[in-house]
Structures are given as C-alpha cells and as structure tokens.
C-alpha cells in the first residue's frame, strides 16, 4: 500500500541546482514537487552575492544550462545580475515559480523507515513550524552556502560596517571611507578593484597571494548573438568548444601538474606587467604551485593594488578594534567599512541541516570525521535523500553546473529504477563507499591540491572531501550509466 505523502519530492534550494532538478522532473512527468527556498526570491549564489565587481570567472556559454543555451550572453565573464536574471528567465520559461515556497528554511528532516518517507520541518522568518511529508528529498543547498567568518579577536566589537561578500548591502556606500578587505580568494580579486576605485583608500589584508591568471572578457559583437540567434547549432558548437577546451585543464591539477608551468608563466607576466614596485610584486608572488588553490582570473586586481591610495599588508592581523585593523606588528589600519572576504565552509550547509536517516544515522555525526558519500551525490543509511552539487563534486577548472545536469540525470535514473522495481527505497550500498572514498583519496595524492598549501579543497584531516579529481566527462560517464548493483532498493 502506497504511504499518502505531501509531495512525492521536496527539494531544498531554488539555485541553479534546485531549479535544473525542478525542470527534469517536471519534463518526466513527476509534477508532484515542491521546492523549499529559504529567501523570498529564486537563486542562490547570484541572488545572495551582490558584491562590488561581482561575476562568474567562467564563460558565461558554459556557465549556463546544456538545455536553455542563451544566445545573448552580453560578454564573455557574465556579471552577477545577468546570470541571476538568466536563472529567472528560466523559471518562468519552465513554469517552475508556482512550485516554489518562499520564506521557508528546512530546519531538520528525518527518514521514517516504516513508510520509507522524509519528514521534513519547515520554519518561516515569523517563527512557524509545519512538516512536510515527501517520499524523496533533494538537497540542492549549494555547497559555498555558509560564510566562513574567521575568529579574530574583537572582530565582534568593530563599530563601523562589518561585511562578509555574500552579505554585502547593496545600500553600502564607501564614497570618501576608509575600507578594509580581508581574504584574496576568488571572491577578494573581484570586489578590490572597485572598491580601491570609489574608497577614499583601501588596505587589502592578504594572508597567502594567489596565482591570477590574466581575464580576457569581451564584449560579444553584435553580428555575433545575431548569429547565434539565427543559428543554434553555432551556439551549441561553441559551447562543446569551450566544454572540451576547459576540461583538458583538469589534467594539470589532478595528475599532471607540469602542464601547469605555461599557465604560471603568464600569470608571472601578468603580475610583472602591472606592478613594477618590486616590494609589492614580491609580496604577490605565491611560494606553492599553480592549482594548489583555485587560479584566479582578474586584469584588474593587481593594477588596483599599485594604485597609491591601496595598502596591501602581509602582516598578520592580530585583532579588531571599534575602527581599525590592528597587525602582529602593531600597524594600525584604520577603517570604518570592513569587508570579510574569507570564504565559505564547503559543507556546512549539509552539516546545519538536521537530516536524520535510517538506523538513527545523523547526517552531521556521519559527517563528522569527513563527508561520506557515492559520487556525491548519496549516502549510505540516507535512503531517497539526493545531494547536488554536493561533496567531492565541486570543480576549480570549470563550469560546476556541467556537474549538477549530470547529477541531476543520476537521480532521474535511480528515481525511475525504484520505480521499475516497485521499490519504495533507494540507497546507495554502504560497503560501496569505502572503495569510492579510497580512490578520492589515492587520485586526490597525485593532485596538485596535496602539494603543501592549506585552504578549503581539504578538510581538517587534509583528505579531499570538496573537489572531482578528475574530468568533468568522466563523471558525465559515471553517472550516465549508473552500476545499479551499487544501490539497495527495498
Ligand atoms: P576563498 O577562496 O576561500 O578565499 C578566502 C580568502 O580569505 C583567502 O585569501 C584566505 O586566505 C582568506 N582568509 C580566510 N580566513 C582568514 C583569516 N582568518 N585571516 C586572514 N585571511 C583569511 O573564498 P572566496 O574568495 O569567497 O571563494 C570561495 C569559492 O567561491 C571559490 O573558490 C569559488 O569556487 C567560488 N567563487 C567563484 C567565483 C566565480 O567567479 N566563479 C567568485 C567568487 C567565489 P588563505 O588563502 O591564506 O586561506
């Protein structure tokens, strides 16, 4: 007897993950879904970073879906508000928003083994409490959800504007202020160059430099999206071209780094090109090589940092007051906007979840010692519940969303086999993860991520438990034609 449920899924997140896996099951027929959106509007990651200098460091013809090319990209990085305004076109165009309820947080989930069914509380912003019943669950909550806020004595007393990017109040305004950016990541090269523009001076507090490659973004013609428009299969070539071209530097990171010298070479170049103090260019030059952390795209970061009004300082910071900046040393930087440019914690989104599975397995307890899962997207003992984007799939050489449609066809895959079957549960085999883990962890060995930088590619233990060491068409492969023998159905 069929256990009557709400919906038949639940998926948590209207970004880019949420919404490709809304528009798959839509086209399969399974219309019964609901997606759960915290905010009160769609998106994830280009809804909530609205930062200064904002954009996707991939080409904006293959940051975008497989299905729904767009021929009308205005440039080659596509700026935050485009890709944002991308994503709702394809809400309406997919009639995906009357799916969608906003203004509810999934506060815990738990699996009830008797029905084979999720239970999953959801809170509104005015305090109340519902459940929802769903046979499947799908977590598409972004894996760079949760600022990482770093613990630096008196931060909590700074009086002045206190920012982290992905919180950035489009409202700010640093007109004649004194301003402060701590973390020169992906994050921190994009909002300096418009902030050391309009600030009245800008210090830059940078604990390790980054490799910055120079970022050829163009303009495309007009006779260009004219001929994309007009030609579809000129659009889709070009995409293939960038896929195949962006894929082959998965290489270099993963088993031959050498191939990454030429890369380093020109971002050399592009450092001795714009900053001639040899102080400065010193202080930029990175000690570890090309890859070990994600390679940064910018033409414009480092001739902001030449500029006279811009202090980049090296030193450690050693705590926060009211109105500065205060290093090891004693200098004392005065600001009355700080920015926290510091990054996310790659699984926390999953780990502030309370997802509750079989046998009493807390996802957080699991999770514990290292994210545990099958291609990152299932978990032993977590039967029906479905991850995007999740642990192990996220890339630093090109476009993630190739991730997420591949994922996506995974779960329609195992979605229609429990349906096949007749079975009430999937879930991926316990004893299969060990093996998958183990060989993250032999490639991951090899890669140019374990040759002695620290960041947030490796976990505290240093095992990778964020990135795909390997090509994006390879896990395409893996996930087109799923071994079924790796999963229960019951
Ligand atoms: P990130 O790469 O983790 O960089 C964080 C920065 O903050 C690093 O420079 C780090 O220094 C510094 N930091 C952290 N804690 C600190 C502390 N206590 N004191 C001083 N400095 C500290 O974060 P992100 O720049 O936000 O980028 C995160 C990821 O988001 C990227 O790798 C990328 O995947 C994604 N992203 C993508 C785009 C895009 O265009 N596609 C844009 C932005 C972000 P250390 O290096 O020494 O740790």
Redesign the pocket.
């Known amino acids: 007897m069929s256990i009557p449920v709400d919906h038949e899924a639940v998926i948590v997140g209207s970004g880019f993950s949420g919404i490709a896996m809304a528009i798959a099951l839509k086209a399969a027929g399974r219309d019964d879904f609901t997606i759960l959106e915290k905010a009160d509007e769609i998106g994830g990651?280009w809804r909530e970073?609205r930062y200064p200098g904002?954009?996707?460091?991939?080409p904006a013809h293959l940051?975008s879906y497989s299905f729904e090319l767009n021929p009308y990209w205005s440039q080659t990085?596509a700026p935050a508000d485009e890709i944002q305004d991308y994503l709702l076109y394809c809400v309406e165009k997919y009639d995906i928003r009357r799916h969608v309820e906003f203004d509810a947080t999934v506060q815990d989930a738990a699996y009830d083994e008797e029905t084979a069914t999720w239970t999953v509380t959801v809170a509104s912003s005015w305090g109340t409490l519902r459940t929802i019943r769903t046979r499947t669950l799908i977590l598409g909550v972004g894996a760079?959800h949760e600022p990482?806020i770093?613990?630096?004595p008196g931060l909590e007393t700074f009086a002045g504007e206190l920012m982290h990017?992905?919180t950035w109040d489009p409202g700010t305004t640093v007109q004649r202020k004194h301003v402060g950016v701590?973390?020169?990541?992906?994050?921190?090269?994009?909002i300096v160059p418009p902030l050391a523009e309009d600030a009245a001076h800008l210090t830059v507090?940078?604990?390790?430099p980054?490799w910055v490659m120079p970022r050829h973004n163009k303009p495309y013609a007009d006779r260009v999206v004219d001929t994309f428009e007009a030609r579809p299969a000129a659009l889709a070539a070009h995409r293939a071209r960038l896929k195949a071209t962006s894929d082959l530097r998965e290489r270099g990171l993963t088993s031959a780094p050498r191939v990454l010298k030429a890369a380093s070479r020109l971002a050399t170049d592009n450092l001795r090109s714009a900053v001639k103090d040899p102080e400065l260019r010193s202080a930029l030059t990175p000690d570890y090589p090309m890859g070990c952390?994600?390679v940064l795209?910018s033409s414009d970061y480092y001739p902001a940092l030449a500029r006279p009004d811009v202090t980049l300082e090296t030193d450690?910071?050693d705590h926060v007051e009211r109105d500065a900046v205060v290093t090891a040393s004693g200098v004392r930087h005065p600001v009355t906007v700080l920015v926290?440019?510091?990054?996310?914690d790659p699984v926390g989104s999953y780990r502030y979840l309370g997802i509750k599975g079989a046998d009493g397995h807390l996802l957080s307890d699991d999770w514990d010692q290292g994210a545990t899962t099958y291609l990152g997207v299932t978990a032993p003992h977590f039967p029906n519940l479905f991850m995007l984007l999740g642990p192990n799939t996220?890339l630093?050489h090109t476009s993630?969303l190739q991730m997420i449609e591949a994922q996506v066809g995974l779960v329609m895959k195992l979605l229609a086999e429990r349906d096949r079957r007749q079975a009430r549960a999937v879930a991926v085999r316990p004893q299969v993860v060990p093996g998958f883990l183990a060989e993250i962890d032999r490639r991951t060995a090899k890669s140019v991520w374990q040759s002695g930088?620290?960041?947030?590619y490796l976990d505290r233990s240093g095992r990778n438990r964020t990135l795909w060491p390997g090509s994006v068409s390879e896990y395409e492969r893996r996930t087109t034609r799923p071994e079924m023998v790796d999963y229960e159905f019951g």
């Open positions: 990651t970073n904002c954009e996707c460091d991939v940051y990085y760079l990482h770093p613990e630096i990017t992905a701590i973390g020169t990541g992906s994050s921190g090269v994009q507090f940078q604990r390790t980054a952390k994600r795209l450690p910071i926290l440019a510091t990054g996310f996220l630093g993630d930088c620290a960041g947030w």
